[in-house]
């Protein structure tokens, strides 16, 4: 998941997320996180468990939503011609 630091990823539902840090760790656990920052409303910044970014979704929600992992990297093309 260090590869994904400064990039963008989609949420399964649509959301778009600045991938700050993955290499946060709970200080109770020693679980790894993730740091990241909302791209959309306030840009509020969140902390979750790595092992999240990587679950898969479940056929319920593949099926509504066509993305297999909760979160994945999200197609940054340029815009200019």
Not at 20 to 44: P, S
Not at 50 to 62: G, I, L, V, W
Request: hydrophobic content about 30%; some cysteine; overall charge positive.
């Amino acid at each position: 998941m260090k590869e994904w630091e400064g990039k963008v990823v989609k949420h399964f539902k649509g959301d778009l997320y600045l991938i700050l840090d993955t290499n946060v760790i709970h200080t109770e656990t020693n679980e790894r996180m993730i740091y990241y920052k909302a791209l959309y409303g306030d840009y509020g910044t969140f902390v979750r468990p790595a092992s999240m970014f990587a679950e898969r979704c479940n056929s319920e929600q593949f099926e509504k939503y066509g993305q297999e992992y909760r979160f994945e990297l999200a197609e940054n093309k340029s815009r200019k011609k």
